[in-house]
């Protein structure tokens, strides 16, 4: 059973900064390419950064670039969304999600994704 587990969400104020992690079983994990997403209240989920099977190669939003940083340890099956200099507009559940697609990632679309975790909640707030 493919599962993902995110943790590391919740109230922080503007400026502020989280770690998010999701932890994989029942899978391969170093044979993925692993991205995380977001969704707000109201409005469809959107990519925030992806990272490749052996994390060489990373991708981030226009809104995620310069304050985003996704990382993953194979050995622990876990990948890593550190989030500084937070903004309202971060507010969102967050999601980590499998490519279906080997090489490379996109953060263009949900399409190529699969086994969704149930998401971290991340609230920027005053």
């Known amino acids: 059973q493919l599962l993902f587990v995110e943790s590391g969400g919740g109230l922080v104020q503007p400026g502020g900064s989280l770690n998010l992690s999701c932890i994989a079983s029942?899978?391969?994990?170093?044979?993925?390419?692993i991205a995380w997403f977001r969704q707000a209240l109201g409005k469809e989920r959107e990519g925030v950064a992806c990272i490749t099977r052996g994390g060489r190669e990373t991708l981030y939003a226009d809104s995620a670039k310069a304050r985003f940083t996704i990382s993953r340890d194979n050995d622990r099956n876990t990948a890593y969304l550190q989030m500084n200099n937070l903004e309202p507009e971060d507010t969102a559940k967050y999601y980590c999600a499998r490519s279906t697609v080997r090489v490379g990632c996109t953060v263009k679309s949900t399409e190529y994704y699969d086994a969704w975790g149930q998401g971290a909640q991340v609230t920027v707030s005053s």
């Open positions: 029942g899978f391969t994990f170093e044979n993925y390419p």
